[in-house]
């Protein structure tokens, strides 16, 4: 735990339970924080994960309601004082250009991008006077290089991106930092298969798959890095530089 943040301090992760959720939150726990899980559709994981952190407590919300961040953030009662929020949790489904649907466009713009709207603001409304504190969006690497594919979720990074860029400048001020990390393709997504994943998994400059020790490297890097405010880390081992026209899993080196 850095002097930024004192000691106890409250980590919140949404999309705790699975994923590279989980991985940030074992990570988190092992360096000292106590953890405040998020989930949807997955209690019974997270309770099992969070059984042997001390302190450790689950919360149930639907990124999507309006009262989500009510919901979350008033599971801190009695816990320590928040100093970290990780907005990890994200609807990832393929649709076009020519085929996105106004349900398809609420199913991904309210959990990816009015959600950690309301959580930054709610979160930033909690953090002690004084006391320093950290937001770290997840984006994605295709922003860099961004193609057409998976049109709405695309569409809800960008503004998670812009969100990362405004709070960082709004909450400066008040010693909160927001900061945000962008990996190419980590772990096998939605439909895709694993003999696709393993194909195209080292697609990219550095021929080196990006793995979820990656991701939770930069967490622990930006978490130690008190002088960064909006910045973002891309994690993809150099993938934009090869210009990909489509997103990575349809260019399977195989076909």
């Known amino acids: 735990m850095t002097p930024e943040f004192g000691s106890p301090r409250t980590a919140i992760v949404t999309g705790g339970a699975r994923r590279i959720g989980a991985a940030f939150v074992r990570a988190l726990a092992e360096d000292g924080w106590t953890l ?26 639907d990124l999507g309601a309006p009262d989500c961040a009510e919901t979350i953030l008033g599971a801190l009662e009695g816990m320590p004082p928040p100093a970290l929020l990780v907005n990890n949790a994200s609807r990832f489904e393929l649709d076009q250009f020519d085929d996105f649907t106004l349900e398809g466009w609420d199913r991904h713009f309210l959990p990816n991008l009015r959600g950690p709207a309301l ?73 895709q298969t694993r003999d696709n994943f393993d194909s195209v998994h080292m697609l990219n400059a550095l021929r080196r798959g990006v793995t979820v020790d990656d991701l939770v ?33 349809f260019l399977d080196e195989r076909s």
């Open 119 to 191: 959580l930054t603001r709610a979160f930033a409304q909690r953090v002690p006077a004084g006391s320093g504190a950290l937001i770290v969006n997840m984006l994605d690497a295709k922003l860099a290089q961004p193609n057409p594919d998976f049109f709405t979720y695309t569409l809800s990074k960008y503004g998670l991106a812009a969100l990362t860029e405004l709070s960082a400048r709004v909450l400066a001020e008040r010693g909160i930092r927001v900061c945000a990390i962008a990996p190419s393709v980590t772990l096998v997504s939605g439909k």
């Open 217 to 249: 490297a930069a967490l622990r890097f930006l978490i130690a890095s008190p002088a960064i405010t909006g910045d973002v880390i891309r994690v993809d081992a150099g993938q934009r530089f090869l210009g990909l026209p489509r997103d990575v899993q």
């Open 36 to 61: 405040l899980v998020h989930c949807y559709d997955s209690p019974e994981e997270a309770e099992e994960m969070v059984a042997g952190m001390p302190g450790a407590r689950v919360v149930q919300a």
